[in-house]
């Protein structure tokens, strides 16, 4: 009974974790689009200034997006292995 308990909140865990790197690359997307673009007009930075300040956002959101769909598959994995 227990295993079933604890393989389902992996698999909660899982979906968690998953929704979580989904839903930064979508706000982040949002933010650029809606936000950071229309903040450049005001103060028309250069061009290493714009590239600086979309790869500090990017690289950033890319790396929790990796790591959040990482773990949940790890979560996944372990529901998996708990099982058989």
């Known amino acids: 009974m227990l295993l079933f308990l604890g393989v389902l909140f992996a698999i909660g865990a899982a979906g968690f974790f998953i929704a979580v790197g989904v839903f930064s690359v979508v706000g982040a997307a949002d933010t650029t689009q809606k936000q950071l673009k229309p903040g450049f007009l005001p103060d028309n930075p250069g061009g290493l200034e714009r590239v600086l300040t ?4 990017w690289v950033s959101i890319i790396l929790v997006t990796v790591l959040s769909v ?3 598959i790890e979560f996944l994995f372990m529901a998996i292995r708990a099982l058989s």
């Open 54 to 57: 979309f790869v500090s956002i």
């Open 70 to 72: 990482w773990a949940g």
